[in-house]
Structure formats: structure tokens, C-alpha cells
């Protein structure tokens, strides 16, 4: 039973923002001593605690704590009796407690059989530790929250030559009898879960770094014996990371070592522990014939996102949980403008708002829509989510638009000078932005505090004698789960207005003196905010939401203007974006056409903007050509129809494959890698527009097509241009589908990382056989349900596979909701982080809805759920 399982007739209570109230103690300095050992690990955490000046004088002390046996507890070196304490559910209560006093507590652990891989735990025999959000009360008893912050020593004893921990370290000494020890200390402030502990037999890749003030940082990347030939991108990331916080943000390294270690089973991408971030393999290791482009980028981002909580996050850290945005939105905005730095700004731009929309826009709209800044939860670990991280990064940036960059910089800066090693909150953040800048934020500050996705409307009018031209936005948000009624926000609308040959005009609005040449900013503020243009000398084109200045919904341009947007507007986005709206069009048509027993005809509009996108900047096209996924097609109809939508959209691109295969073809050709590989942004767009033709081809069905994708795959080389062809040929039912997945099996089915690509693949192919494969994967002796990266790359992918997840049998449902109820015994945060997709069944046809409901129901059913997955079962069923 996991840890925090719950008697389902109880419910768990909610944990309400309204609720805090300052931590009765306050702790120094905390020393900690491990003695490790797999099945039974001591842990001594000395503490010197005393009374805060700001919490009731009375008050008892409470420690957390979770799967501990208590072995010792002594106070100023008393050991105190079982009359002085009591044992409770949570942790442990003493009730009568002096002002200050030191408590020693020693406790037994037992890392071999957490399988929750949430405090100290063992993988592939070495040690890590999780301690964010409430793993360190899996170590030992403490206040687990964040507003405790304490100066760390540890010490670790073991046979391990390698022993990490936060901080700097000391000597190594040996203990003889293969034991040798070493202590670490840590001179910043800390909450506890930024503590972490690392130690086994790893090997590490070193380097060094020399901050802009000429502090000497020793870099470490730490990882299994076999793998220091794949760390040389994660440390060259790392060290660009270090210079652009510096050049960006004025902001330096402030320890005397840097380490990294990677560990093949854990629950998230990475995490920030001071001094020592652990981080999933995924995202450490990479060499050109194991992982792919998108691999490379996503590694450099997520070392750039770890790093840059050092500043976001450690030394500034949140009062409570509620506040996690006030890290995580923040880093993923700063790891956001890290990336852009290093290849194409819009590109980026354009990969990051197609996340915002596939994950955060969905969850916005659904059942576990929520706040950025939440109000409430059961386990905070379910609120890892996209509104949290990915809203929050563009609320970030709304305020960094609406203030102006320069004025952003100096709120950074008077937020650190204002709170550095203080637990805070985004009040303190938005406050800090408002008296930089001067501009009033608190009616934006709506944005953290209330859930769904604004819709704005424009409607415009031009009048010829004056030369007026009339914008009138218009914005309503639909209710959402304890939501019922909405209020207008705060947003910027960056905009700029065409004439008729698709060149920009000067705009001069009324009401403003200035006229500005390229974008402005509007601010709709009301339900309905009007704006009036004057000297407009033809009636214009207006192109609105540029660079994505907002997270919301525009709608209803008419495919004409979009058209002629996706040609001439100079913001690539909004390029991007109409394109992608035309197309949206084209292709809901055809569903319309399906649903009415008609053929689906391709406009040949479509064919003919496709066609003209193929001469342009490789990456940017590349984006320009995917059409929009099914999902985000599902995400525009009232009622989703799976199977239509999946033929339409095949139909569509068997046209355009078929109408342009010989510019296609030639396009492929010249793409091809001349001189070898390399890994910039040139020859990452060249790939993948490289690809996008090739799977064009292949869905044009020309005979030569399959053949093309199996030699890219049999030519081997890079990891981008073999997968992309075996992804392409995993969706054919072909005999050379099933050479090169067995080819793949072969030649990778000792490298996990690559493994997880193989499951991946198969869970994902729109083959209507893919049910039956999954659960037969299931079953292969390479799946294993203890390791998170496995489980998501085989049932967590099916999830995402629309049109076989959703088969109308209910088969995909079933072995998808068999997967969460297996898991939630043994790692109930993977468990519950999996519910969602079944969550989405309010968007189907009353079968599906019932097929869907039954599994949740199947869930909440289960005896000793856990906390956690009861939290995303119940709401995803109401
Ligand atoms: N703070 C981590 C980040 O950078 C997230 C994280 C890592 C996490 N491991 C976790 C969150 C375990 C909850 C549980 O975003
Ligand atoms: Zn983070």
C-alpha cells in the first residue's frame, strides 16, 4: 500500500491558500549524517530550532513525517520518553517545547523498497534522493514546507566512491573496513526540498566555469560507467546556461562546485537541488547516433531550466506551496528566453505556444482546470502542471510586454534585492514589477487567480471619408470547475495593421501621440474595448496576437484575411499561426463532408499554400507544413469525432503528397546531408524540413515513397533521420514496417533511453492494431512497470494517440486504466499524473462517455487508493 493511501470512504481534505499560517519554528542550522545502507539507512538530523517571533508563543511542534521508523529522539541531549511525544499519521507532534533548543533524531530508512521514488531510494544500485515537494519527510521528522529555511551539513557514510550532496565539500575520510565518509556544507539558506544526496558508483564527466566576478565553479556531470562518452552536450548547456544568466540577468553561480547526476528512474524531467541537480537520463544524455534533435534541444532546455532556479527558486524561494508558480512560471520563462537566444526566436516560439495549446489550453478547458496560483488541493504533486508552469511562463511574459524588457529587468533585479533568501509570494513578484516599472498590475494579477482560456473576437469597420479604421475587441472566458461566473482580464494584444499589398503601416491611434511603425501594443481591459485609428489611407488587414503576446483564443477570421496573413504579415508567428487557422478551416470541412456521407475533397487553396511554403527558411517551412494535429482539430468541434477527423486530415495529406511529389522529392534530395552531421540550427531545420517532405511522400502513396523512408532508416547515422523514417514506417502496414522495428529492436534493446523510442513508436502508429500491440507490449520483457520513462513512453504515448485511444471499443480505455491501477501501489504520483486523458470524456459521444466514466469509476474503486490519484480521478469524474 502506497504510503499515502486513504480509506476511499473518507475523502481527503483539501488544503486551502487561506488557510497559512506562519511555521510555529524556525530552524537554523540543520546537520544531517547518513549511514548508508539498501535495506536499512540511518539517518542522525540534528536541528536547532527556536520559537518564531511570528507564530503563537504556545504553539506545540510538528514534524512532518512518512515511512520513518523512529529509532532515537533526544532534546539538548535528553532523550525524551514516549511520554513527551506522540507518534501521529502525519509525522510527530511535542507538545511542550522551550523557546530554542537542538532536537536529535535518528530514524531507519529503507531505500531499496521505495518504490515511490520520493525520498531517498535506490536505482540500479546507487542512491538518489526526491525531496520536492514533500519527499524530505520520507528522510527523516521536519517541518516540510518551504518557508523553513536552515544552513545544511551533511555527512554521508558509505563504501560508495562517490558521495554527493548540496554545497561544497569537505575531505573524504576513510573509515576503514571499505567505509570512508565525507561532509558537505551548504552556507545558503535552504528548504528542505532542495536538499539532495547522490552516492554510488558513477563516473563523471568534469569541467570548470569562471563566473563574470572570477569565481572558479568545478562543473560535474555524473552518470552510470558506459555513458561519459553522451555528456558533452548537457555540459556545454550547462556552461551557456551560466553565461546567459550572467549576461541577461546579471545573475552568477554562488557555490564553489556545480554537479549534475543522472538517474534512469525518476518521477519528473529534473530538479534544482542546490548545487546538485538530479536529473532523468532523458535529459542528460545525448550523442548523435542515440538521440534525436528534439532530444538536443530538450536537454539543453531543461539543464538551462534547472540551473536558472539557482536564482528563481533557490535563493528566492516560495512561502507555500500555492505559490510554485512563483518559481516554475517564472524558470520556464527564463529557460524559454535562453532557447530563443540559441537558434530561431519564432521557431521556438512557435514549438513552445504549440505545447501551451496542446496541454495547457486542454486542461483549461476540462475538469482540472485551475488556477495558476491555486486555491486549494489534496496533493500538491498534481499541480505539476501545464497551468502552473506553462500559463504561468506567459503570464510572466505578459508582464514583460505590457512593462517593456527594460523595465522587467530592473523588477528582476529589485525582486532579488528585495528577497533574496526569503520564502515569498507572487504578490511579492508582481510587486516588485509594478514599483520597477511604475505601471499598476494589480487588476493584471487576475490572470493567477482565475482559470480558463479567453476567447476574444475582433470586429473592425473603415470608414473612407474620414480615414478611420474602428478594432473592436471583444473577450469572454467560459466557466470552469468552482469558476461560475468570469470577469474581463488584463491583455496585450501586440498588433500592426497591412495594406492592401501586405506592407505595414505607421499606426497612429487616437488618444496617443505617438505613431508607431512596427508592432503596438494594445491592452483590452473591458468585455468589449474599442480602438480607433486615424490616417489609415486604404482599408487594412489587421494582424493581431503577434508573437503570441497573450494565452488565449482568436477566432473567427475569415479564411480570406488568413490567407493573406499566413503571405505577407511580417511577424512570423502570425504567419505561422494563419496557416495553421486555414488549414484548421480546410480540414473541418472535410470532417463536415465525412459526417454528411460525402467524400472529403482538399481545397486546392491548401495545396496551393503548402506548395508556396516550400522554398522558405528550412525551419520555420518545416513548421509551416505539419498540419494541425488531430488533437488540436478535436479541440474545435463540440462533439469530437475521432475516426472523421483522423481520415480527414490522412486524406488531406495524401493530396498534398500526391499533388506535389515532384517538388517534394526534389526538396528531399537537396536537403541531404552533404557534409555529415552537425548540430545547429541550420542542420536541425534541414532535417526536419527533410522529413516533412519524406513523410509527405510516403502519405501521398507514391510507389517509391516506402522504399525512401526504409533506406533513411537502413542508412543509419543520426537518431533524427532513422526514427523519423521508422516513425513514418510504423504508420504503414507494410513488411518493411515490420524489418526495421525489428532491425531497431535489435540493434538498441540494450539502451534504455533509445528503448523507450521503440515502445514510443508503436503506441503511436494510427494503425488500427495498435490497441492489441500495446497490450501485448505490456507484456514484453523490456517493459517494466517500476520505471516512470517506460511506462510514459509506452501508455502514456497511447494516450496521446487520438484515434486508437479512443477506439470505439473501449479496448484503449481498459488496458490504459489497467495501467494506473497497477502502478498506483507502487508510485502513485506517476499513477495519478496518467488520469487525464480519461478525464477528457465530457468532449465525446455518450458512448465513448460512458466507456470513459467506467474506467474512472473502475479507479475510485480501487481499495487503498492513493491520496494522490483519488484527487485526479474524483475530478475528472464529476
Ligand atoms: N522542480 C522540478 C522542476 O524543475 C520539478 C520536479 C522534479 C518535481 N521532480 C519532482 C515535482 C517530483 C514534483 C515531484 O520543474
Ligand atoms: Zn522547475
Given at each position: 500500500?502506497?504510503?499515502?493511501?486513504?480509506?476511499?470512504?473518507?475523502?481527503?481534505?483539501?488544503?486551502?491558500?487561506?488557510?497559512?499560517?506562519?511555521?510555529?519554528?524556525?530552524?537554523?542550522?540543520?546537520?544531517?549524517?547518513?549511514?548508508?545502507?539498501?535495506?536499512?539507512?540511518?539517518?542522525?538530523?540534528?536541528?536547532?530550532?527556536?520559537?518564531?517571533?511570528?507564530?503563537?508563543?504556545?504553539?506545540?511542534?510538528?514534524?512532518?513525517?512518512?515511512?520513518?521508523?523512529?529509532?532515537?529522539?533526544?532534546?539538548?541531549?535528553?532523550?525524551?520518553?514516549?511520554?513527551?511525544?506522540?507518534?501521529?499519521?502525519?509525522?510527530?507532534?511535542?507538545?511542550?517545547?522551550?523557546?530554542?533548543?537542538?532536537?536529535?533524531?535518528?530514524?531507519?530508512?529503507?531505500?531499496?523498497?521505495?518504490?515511490?521514488?520520493?525520498?531517498?531510494?535506490?536505482?540500479?544500485?546507487?542512491?538518489?534522493?526526491?525531496?520536492?515537494?514533500?519527499?524530505?519527510?520520507?528522510?527523516?521528522?521536519?517541518?516540510?514546507?518551504?518557508?523553513?529555511?536552515?544552513?545544511?551539513?551533511?555527512?554521508?557514510?558509505?563504501?560508495?566512491?562517490?558521495?554527493?550532496?548540496?554545497?561544497?565539500?569537505?575531505?573524504?575520510?576513510?573509515?576503514?573496513?571499505?567505509?570512508?565518509?565525507?561532509?558537505?556544507?551548504?552556507?545558503?539558506?535552504?528548504?528542505?526540498?532542495?536538499?539532495?544526496?547522490?552516492?554510488?558508483?558513477?563516473?563523471?564527466?568534469?569541467?570548470?566555469?569562471?563566473?563574470?566576478?572570477?569565481?572558479?565553479?568545478?562543473?560535474?556531470?555524473?552518470?552510470?560507467?558506459?555513458?561519459?562518452?553522451?555528456?558533452?552536450?548537457?555540459?556545454?548547456?550547462?556552461?551557456?546556461?551560466?553565461?546567459?544568466?550572467?549576461?541577461?540577468?546579471?545573475?552568477?553561480?554562488?557555490?564553489?562546485?556545480?554537479?549534475?547526476?543522472?538517474?534512469?528512474?525518476?518521477?519528473?524531467?529534473?530538479?534544482?537541488?542546490?548545487?546538485?541537480?538530479?536529473?532523468?537520463?532523458?535529459?542528460?544524455?545525448?550523442?548523435?547516433?542515440?538521440?534525436?534533435?528534439?532530444?538536443?534541444?530538450?536537454?539543453?532546455?531543461?539543464?538551462?531550466?534547472?540551473?536558472f532556479h539557482n536564482w528563481t527558486g533557490n535563493r528566492v524561494t516560495c512561502r507555500d506551496w500555492f505559490q510554485l508558480s512563483l518559481k516554475?512560471?517564472?524558470?520556464?520563462?527564463?529557460?524559454?528566453?535562453?532557447?530563443?537566444?540559441?537558434?530561431?526566436?519564432?521557431?521556438?516560439?512557435?514549438?513552445?505556444?504549440?505545447?501551451?495549446?496542446?496541454?495547457?489550453?486542454?486542461?483549461?478547458?476540462?475538469?482540472?482546470?485551475?488556477?495558476?496560483?491555486?486555491?486549494?488541493?489534496?496533493?500538491?504533486?498534481?499541480?505539476?502542471?501545464?497551468?502552473?508552469?506553462?500559463?504561468?511562463?506567459?503570464?510572466?511574459?505578459?508582464?514583460?510586454?505590457?512593462?517593456?524588457?527594460?523595465?522587467?529587468?530592473?523588477?528582476?533585479?529589485?525582486?532579488?534585492?528585495?528577497?533574496?533568501?526569503?520564502?515569498?509570494?507572487?504578490?511579492?513578484?508582481?510587486?516588485?514589477?509594478?514599483?520597477?516599472?511604475?505601471?499598476?498590475?494589480?487588476?493584471?494579477?487576475?490572470?493567477?487567480?482565475?482559470?480558463?482560456?479567453?476567447?476574444?473576437?475582433?470586429?473592425?469597420?473603415?470608414?473612407?471619408?474620414?480615414?478611420?479604421?474602428?478594432?473592436?475587441?471583444?473577450?469572454?472566458?467560459?466557466?470552469?470547475?468552482?469558476?461560475?461566473?468570469?470577469?474581463?482580464?488584463?491583455?496585450?494584444?501586440?498588433?500592426?495593421?497591412?495594406?492592401?499589398?501586405?506592407?505595414?503601416?505607421?499606426?497612429?491611434?487616437?488618444?496617443?501621440?505617438?505613431?508607431?511603425?512596427?508592432?503596438?501594443?494594445?491592452?483590452?481591459?473591458?468585455?468589449?474595448?474599442?480602438?480607433?485609428?486615424?490616417?489609415?489611407?486604404?482599408?487594412?488587414?489587421?494582424?493581431?496576437?503577434?508573437?503570441?503576446?497573450?494565452?488565449?483564443?482568436?477566432?473567427?477570421?475569415?479564411?480570406?484575411?488568413?490567407?493573406?496573413?499566413?503571405?505577407?504579415?511580417?511577424?512570423?508567428?502570425?504567419?505561422?499561426?494563419?496557416?495553421?487557422?486555414?488549414?484548421?478551416?480546410?480540414?473541418?470541412?472535410?470532417?463536415?463532408?465525412?459526417?454528411?456521407?460525402?467524400?472529403?475533397?482538399?481545397?486546392?487553396?491548401?495545396?496551393?499554400?503548402?506548395?508556396?511554403?516550400?522554398?522558405?527558411?528550412?525551419?520555420?517551412?518545416?513548421?509551416?507544413?505539419?498540419?494541425?494535429?488531430?488533437?488540436?482539430?478535436?479541440?474545435?468541434?463540440?462533439?469530437?469525432?475521432?475516426?472523421?477527423?483522423?481520415?480527414?486530415?490522412?486524406?488531406?495529406?495524401?493530396?498534398?503528397?500526391?499533388?506535389?511529389?515532384?517538388?517534394?522529392?526534389?526538396?528531399?534530395?537537396?536537403?541531404?546531408?552533404?557534409?555529415?552531421?552537425?548540430?545547429?540550427?541550420?542542420?536541425?531545420?534541414?532535417?526536419?524540413?527533410?522529413?516533412?517532405?519524406?513523410?509527405?511522400?510516403?502519405?501521398?502513396?507514391?510507389?517509391?515513397?516506402?522504399?525512401?523512408?526504409?533506406?533513411?532508416?537502413?542508412?543509419?547515422?543520426?537518431?533524427?533521420?532513422?526514427?523519423?523514417?521508422?516513425?513514418?514506417?510504423?504508420?504503414e502496414d507494410c513488411l518493411q514496417r515490420v524489418q526495421a522495428l525489428d532491425a531497431f529492436y535489435q540493434a538498441w534493446r540494450g539502451d534504455p533511453l533509445v528503448l523507450d523510442?521503440?515502445?514510443?513508436?508503436?503506441?503511436?502508429?494510427?494503425?488500427?492494431?495498435?490497441?492489441?500491440?500495446?497490450?501485448?507490449?505490456?507484456?514484453?520483457?523490456?517493459?517494466?512497470?517500476?520505471?516512470?520513462?517506460?511506462?510514459?513512453?509506452?501508455?502514456?504515448?497511447?494516450?496521446?494517440?487520438?484515434?486508437?485511444?479512443?477506439?470505439?471499443?473501449?479496448?484503449?480505455?481498459?488496458?490504459?486504466?489497467?495501467?494506473?491501477?497497477?502502478?498506483?501501489?507502487?508510485?502513485?504520483?506517476?499513477?495519478?499524473?496518467?488520469?487525464?486523458?480519461?478525464?477528457?470524456?465530457?468532449?465525446?459521444?455518450?458512448?465513448?462517455?460512458?466507456?470513459?466514466?467506467?474506467?474512472?469509476?473502475?479507479?475510485?474503486?480501487?481499495?487503498?487508493?492513493?491520496?494522490?490519484?483519488?484527487?485526479?480521478?474524483?475530478?475528472?469524474?464529476?
Open positions: 500500500m502506497p504510503a499515502d493511501a486513504i480509506a476511499t470512504d473518507v475523502a481527503p481534505q483539501e488544503i486551502r491558500l487561506a488557510d497559512y499560517t506562519p511555521p510555529p519554528f524556525l530552524i537554523d542550522t540543520v546537520d544531517l549524517r547518513f549511514d548508508l545502507d539498501e535495506a536499512a539507512t540511518t539517518v542522525v538530523a540534528s536541528l536547532s530550532l527556536r520559537r518564531n517571533p511570528a507564530a503563537p508563543i504556545d504553539a506545540a511542534l510538528h514534524l512532518d513525517g512518512e515511512a520513518l521508523t523512529l529509532l532515537r529522539l533526544a532534546r539538548d541531549g535528553t532523550p525524551l520518553t514516549e511520554a513527551d511525544y506522540h507518534i501521529v499519521k502525519s509525522g510527530l507532534v511535542i507538545p511542550d517545547m522551550p523557546d530554542a533548543c537542538t532536537l536529535q533524531i535518528e530514524t531507519r530508512i529503507a531505500p531499496a523498497d521505495n518504490s515511490e521514488l520520493s525520498g531517498l531510494y535506490v536505482s540500479g544500485g546507487n542512491y538518489f534522493t526526491q525531496c520536492e515537494a514533500q519527499g524530505f519527510r520520507r528522510i527523516t521528522y521536519f517541518p516540510d514546507r518551504p518557508d523553513v529555511m536552515s544552513r545544511y551539513t551533511t555527512t554521508i557514510i558509505s563504501a560508495c566512491p562517490v558521495m554527493l550532496s548540496n554545497g561544497n565539500p569537505g575531505p573524504i575520510s576513510d573509515l576503514g573496513d571499505h567505509r570512508r565518509s565525507v561532509t558537505w556544507t551548504d552556507p545558503h539558506p535552504k528548504p528542505c526540498y532542495l536538499f539532495a544526496l547522490v552516492a554510488g558508483d558513477l563516473v563523471s564527466v568534469k569541467d570548470h566555469f569562471t563566473t563574470r566576478s572570477g569565481r572558479p565553479v568545478e562543473l560535474g556531470v555524473y552518470v552510470r560507467r558506459g555513458d561519459e562518452d553522451r555528456c558533452a552536450h548537457a555540459m556545454h548547456s550547462l556552461k551557456t546556461s551560466m553565461r546567459w544568466d550572467e549576461d541577461v540577468f546579471g545573475l552568477e553561480y554562488d557555490l564553489d562546485v556545480f554537479n549534475i547526476a543522472a538517474v534512469s528512474d525518476f518521477n519528473m524531467g529534473a530538479m534544482e537541488n542546490k548545487g546538485l541537480n538530479v536529473f532523468n537520463t532523458k535529459y542528460v544524455l545525448a550523442r548523435p547516433e542515440t538521440a534525436t534533435d528534439t532530444d538536443y534541444q530538450g536537454i539543453e532546455t531543461v539543464i538551462a531550466h534547472e540551473y516554475e512560471g517564472l524558470t520556464v520563462y527564463r529557460d524559454q528566453e535562453f532557447s530563443a537566444d540559441q537558434g530561431s526566436r519564432s521557431v521556438k516560439r512557435i514549438g513552445d505556444v504549440r505545447g501551451l495549446r496542446a496541454a495547457q489550453f486542454r486542461e483549461d478547458a476540462g475538469p482540472l482546470a485551475h488556477p495558476v496560483q491555486p486555491a486549494s488541493y489534496m496533493a500538491i504533486d498534481n499541480f505539476y502542471t501545464a497551468t502552473v508552469y506553462n500559463k504561468g511562463a506567459e503570464v510572466i511574459r505578459m508582464m514583460a510586454t505590457i512593462i517593456g524588457r527594460p523595465a522587467f529587468r530592473r523588477g528582476m533585479d529589485l525582486y532579488f534585492a528585495r528577497h533574496d533568501n526569503q520564502a515569498v509570494t507572487i504578490d511579492d513578484f508582481v510587486q516588485a514589477m509594478q514599483d520597477a516599472s511604475g505601471v499598476d498590475l494589480q487588476d493584471f494579477k487576475l490572470w493567477y487567480h482565475q482559470a480558463g482560456t479567453p476567447e476574444i473576437s475582433v470586429e473592425d469597420s473603415y470608414d473612407t471619408a474620414t480615414k478611420r479604421y474602428t478594432l473592436t475587441i471583444r473577450q469572454t472566458t467560459k466557466p470552469t470547475p468552482g469558476q461560475p461566473d468570469k470577469s474581463p482580464q488584463v491583455i496585450p494584444v501586440a498588433m500592426g495593421l497591412l495594406d492592401g499589398n501586405g506592407q505595414q503601416l505607421t499606426t497612429s491611434l487616437q488618444g496617443d501621440p505617438e505613431p508607431v511603425a512596427g508592432t503596438r501594443i494594445l491592452l483590452a481591459t473591458q468585455t468589449e474595448n474599442s480602438f480607433e485609428f486615424t490616417d489609415v489611407a486604404s482599408p487594412p488587414v489587421p494582424s493581431l496576437l503577434r508573437d503570441f503576446s497573450a494565452p488565449v483564443k482568436l477566432s473567427g477570421l475569415t479564411p480570406d484575411r488568413l490567407r493573406f496573413l499566413a503571405a505577407h504579415d511580417s511577424d512570423p508567428f502570425v504567419r505561422w499561426e494563419s496557416g495553421q487557422q486555414f488549414a484548421a478551416s480546410v480540414l473541418l470541412d472535410m470532417v463536415a463532408a465525412i459526417q454528411a456521407g460525402r467524400e472529403p475533397v482538399t481545397d486546392p487553396a491548401l495545396i496551393e499554400a503548402m506548395a508556396s511554403i516550400l522554398d522558405q527558411e528550412a525551419a520555420f517551412a518545416a513548421e509551416a507544413l505539419a498540419l494541425p494535429g488531430e488533437a488540436s482539430l478535436a479541440d474545435k468541434m463540440a462533439i469530437v469525432d475521432v475516426d472523421a477527423i483522423h481520415t480527414a486530415r490522412d486524406a488531406a495529406r495524401a493530396a498534398i503528397g500526391q499533388a506535389l511529389s515532384r517538388p517534394l522529392r526534389a526538396l528531399y534530395d537537396k536537403l541531404t546531408d552533404s557534409g555529415g552531421y552537425t548540430m545547429d540550427g541550420a542542420a536541425i531545420g534541414r532535417r526536419s524540413l527533410r522529413n516533412a517532405c519524406l513523410s509527405y511522400l510516403v502519405a501521398g502513396g507514391d510507389a517509391q515513397a516506402v522504399p525512401l523512408a526504409k533506406a533513411q532508416f537502413d542508412a543509419g547515422g543520426n537518431m533524427t533521420d532513422v526514427l523519423t523514417a521508422l516513425a513514418i514506417l510504423s504508420g523510442k521503440w515502445f514510443a513508436i508503436q503506441a503511436l502508429s494510427p494503425l488500427p492494431a495498435t490497441a492489441q500491440s500495446v497490450q501485448e507490449l505490456k507484456n514484453h520483457p523490456d517493459f517494466d512497470l517500476r520505471n516512470p520513462n517506460r511506462i510514459r513512453a509506452l501508455v502514456s504515448s497511447f494516450g496521446a494517440n487520438q484515434v486508437r485511444f479512443h477506439d470505439r471499443s473501449g479496448a484503449g480505455y481498459s488496458l490504459y486504466a489497467d495501467t494506473i491501477v497497477q502502478l498506483d501501489p507502487t508510485n502513485s504520483q506517476v499513477a495519478a499524473r496518467m488520469v487525464s486523458p480519461l478525464g477528457q470524456w465530457r468532449r465525446f459521444d455518450t458512448a465513448r462517455q460512458t466507456l470513459m466514466q467506467a474506467e474512472l469509476q473502475r479507479i475510485l474503486d480501487l481499495p487503498g487508493l492513493s491520496r494522490n490519484t483519488f484527487e485526479m480521478a474524483s475530478k475528472s469524474i464529476a
